[in-house]
């Protein structure tokens, strides 16, 4: 089973969205915050990281940073989620330098196509 | 009106020009009034000066003349008492050519004399200089008239002069002075005879000519004697004075009068009447006057000169102050000012982090300095509105996808079954959620547009592969509502330079438009025709079209026409407005035909270099 790390601050979505990764088959890890994310990101290793850009302390971009910084870290999958849009903010350009392999707008997105990214991304067949 | 006409072009001119004219006008000014001032203070100190110069002069001059015609008189004098013509008047002899050469000797030696003669009693001219005898005739005193008066006079005993003559023996005006010979070694003095001289008159006329100006000397009479003006000696004791009055009050004043008479010598503002008082002349009665005048340019000649040299010589200096204030101008005040204006520029065109360069402390560098604080300002106040625009969209797209997902995994099927009307309402929620959060996106660039926060990224760009996204997207709605697509653009790659966001947002407003106002069979098509350097993108639909009252409010915000309200059909009435203020963004233009219920299309022209090839 795939494990896939959510690290988002708002409780809603974070379970919302787990839950339906759960229904998928996968094994969410939901975390509420930055330090958090790392902490559980080095210790458990997961295949896929979603991670929010908009968190109190450490933000998404410092997350990033800190796990492209690491062995493990520089190679793992990670998928933006934000409502931030691409073209007002300086820290999306900067995020991008890090090499997310993914970057979308929830707001723009069906939970499905979310799914189906994730799917490829991992390279699971439908 | 002339004033107004110039006082507007003044100000129309650079302030470089403005200060070079000030100053050259200031300078001019200067000089001419400094000349102008000079000119008209010196010229009465000159002409006094010149006055008192011309009065020492005819003094002179009077004095010279003078002497000149007193030492002939003593020459004759002389002469007279020389034993060897007394002998040979008296007694004759032998020795004539020696006694014409020592006589000749005389005439060179005390001159100037035109002859000198020894007569004796009988009137038989004896010895004479040499110059003369080649031109007289006759050898008898009493065939020149002029001379017999003052012979006649000598024989008598008196030492004899004349008043100026027409002619001598020369033909040239004279003056004849005659003194007696004695015989010695005779009882009771006898005169044996006389020496007669006819002066020769240039001499006079040199010592006029030393003067400058005009000199003229004339007699009691008022008759020309001589003068310094005119070769030939034709108007001697012909001219007269020209104002008998002045004349009269010349002779009566006895003495050296200052006259200014433009009348008698026109363009001398001086004239000097000397009377001729001391010596010889005055005593024997013959009163001549000397009468001068010097000609007003000739005394301010070496003024003007002096003036002339004096603004050529300013003018270098002046040359040098005006470039020297032109060079601080331009350093201190004009090339400050001009940086500061093109710092201003960069500003206004969008580059905030431009700051003015602050050197110092005087006026111009505070003003930099103040305008970095208001940039400064400006700079954060544009911060701010970034700020806004993110964090607004940010905080109410949170929600909005949080709602959007959980409506979407309720109307999946993990989360159990729903009966109809369950997800009839769901579904509600789900579309209402839709709209909010197409909302947000439309305000969050109409916010763009309004605040010029809309960046550009200009890249190659796909327009073909564009619109085939945003048809699959529109698929759905095409085919429900039956509409035929047609296509008039070559399905070969179109690549122009834009950027890819703001273009798709451009080609979905216009697009869903399409679809949203169009009849269920209706048609949509689709033209794009490159040209030179622009591309020209068209949209036609065959829906309602758009009233005429409608044309310019179409464009504006939250505006929805009637037409497409009675449709009942989604819309923030925002979509044309963004459409429009992006596709400017591009800098390209917009704009549509509409027919009444044929349809319409819209057309968007767009500035690209762009590729055309298959």
Redesign the interface.
């Given at each position: 089973m795939k494990k896939i790390l959510i690290i988002e601050d708002e409780t809603d979505l974070l379970e919302v969205l787990a839950d339906r990764l759960a229904f998928e088959g996968f094994g969410p890890i939901k975390c509420k915050n930055g330090e958090n994310g790392l902490l559980v990101a080095f210790r458990e290793r997961p295949d896929l990281i979603l991670l929010d850009i908009v968190m109190p302390g450490l933000d998404g971009l410092q997350v990033l940073k800190k796990l492209r910084a690491d062995d493990w870290g520089k190679g793992v999958p990670v998928i933006i989620l934000t409502n931030l849009s691409a073209t007002d903010e300086k820290i999306v350009k900067s995020i991008l330098e890090y090499r997310p392999i993914f970057y979308l707008v929830k707001s723009d997105w069906k939970i499905d196509d979310v799914v189906k990214k994730v799917k490829e991304v991992l390279g699971i067949g439908n | 009106m002339v004033i107004l006409r110039s006082r507007s072009a003044f100000n129309g001119m650079k302030l470089l020009t403005k200060i070079f004219i000030i100053i050259i006008s200031a300078g001019v000014i200067s000089i001419m009034s400094l000349f102008v001032l000079t000119y008209f203070s010196i010229r009465p100190v000159l002409t006094d000066a010149t006055g008192e110069n011309l009065l020492f002069l005819t003094k002179e001059t009077v004095n010279k003349i003078d002497r000149l015609l007193y030492d002939r008189y003593l020459d004759v004098s002389i002469i007279a008492q020389e034993e060897i013509f007394a002998n040979h008047l008296a007694y004759g002899g032998d020795d004539r050519n020696r006694l014409n050469k020592k006589l000749e000797e005389m005439t060179l030696s005390s001159g100037p004399w035109d002859a000198l003669l020894a007569v004796n009693r009988k009137g038989e001219i004896k010895i004479s200089s040499f110059s003369v005898l080649d031109k007289i005739n006759s050898k008898n005193i009493k065939d020149y008239p002029e001379n017999l008066v003052a012979f006649e006079k000598a024989i008598s005993g008196q030492p004899y002069y004349s008043d100026v003559l027409k002619t001598g023996y020369s033909g040239k005006p004279t003056i004849i002075f005659a003194a007696p010979v004695y015989a010695r070694n005779e009882p009771g003095r006898l005169i044996a005879g006389a020496i007669i001289g006819n002066f020769a008159w240039g001499a006079v006329k040199d010592i006029l000519n030393d003067l400058p100006g005009h000199a003229e000397l004339y007699n009691r009479e008022g008759y020309l004697v001589a003068c310094n003006q005119s070769e030939d000696d034709s108007e001697i004791l012909s001219k007269q004075f020209q104002s008998p009055e002045l004349l009269d009050k010349i002779l009566s004043s006895g003495h050296n009068l200052k006259i200014a008479d433009d009348d008698v010598y026109p363009n001398a503002k001086i004239l000097e009447a000397s009377v001729l008082q001391s010596g010889f002349l005055s005593f024997k009665g013959l009163n001549w006057f000397l009468s001068y005048g010097l000609p007003t340019e000739k005394i301010l000649a070496p003024s003007n000169r002096t003036a002339l040299k004096l603004s050529l010589l300013i003018l270098p200096i002046m040359l040098g102050i005006f470039g020297t204030i032109l060079f601080f101008g331009y350093f201190f005040v004009i090339r400050p000012v001009r940086r500061l204006t093109e710092t201003t520029r960069a500003i206004t065109a969008g580059n905030l982090k431009t700051r003015a360069r602050v050197h110092g402390h005087d006026e111009i560098n505070e003003l930099a300095h103040s305008f970095n604080e208001m940039v400064d300002k400006l700079e954060s106040l544009d911060e701010a509105k970034?700020d806004f625009?993110?964090t607004a969209?940010?905080q109410l797209?949170?929600p909005?996808?949080?709602t959007?997902?959980?409506a979407?995994?309720l109307l999946?099927n993990?989360l159990g079954r729903l009966n109809e009307r369950q997800v009839e309402y769901l579904k509600r929620i789900y579309r209402n959620n839709q709209r909010m959060?197409k909302l947000?996106?439309d305000l969050?660039n109409v916010s763009?547009i309004e605040l010029g926060?809309?960046?550009l990224?200009l890249k190659p760009v796909n327009l073909v592969s564009i619109i085939k996204s945003v048809l699959d997207e529109l698929d759905e709605s095409i085919k429900r509502q039956n509409l035929k697509l047609r296509k008039k653009y070559s399905s070969g790659h179109l690549i122009i330079e834009s950027d890819p966001?703001i273009l798709r947002i451009i080609v979905v407003n216009l697009l869903s438009n399409a679809v949203k106002y169009n009849q269920p069979g209706g048609e949509i098509q689709i033209k794009i025709e490159p040209t030179d350097g622009r591309i020209l993108f068209e949209v036609s639909d065959t829906g309602q079209g758009i009233a005429k009252s409608d044309r310019e409010k179409i464009w504006t915000k939250f505006f929805r026409a009637k037409e497409a309200l009675a449709r009942e059909t989604d819309g923030t009435g925002l979509g044309l407005y963004i459409t429009k203020g992006m596709v400017e963004r591009l800098g390209g233009r917009i704009w549509f035909e509409s027919k009444k219920g044929k349809g319409s299309t819209f057309f968007v022209e767009l500035p690209v270099n762009n590729k055309y090839h298959e």
């Open positions: - | 970034t625009i993110s969209s940010h797209r949170t909005l996808s949080t959007n997902w959980s979407e995994m999946g993990q959060i947000v996106g969050l763009r926060k809309l960046a990224t966001d």
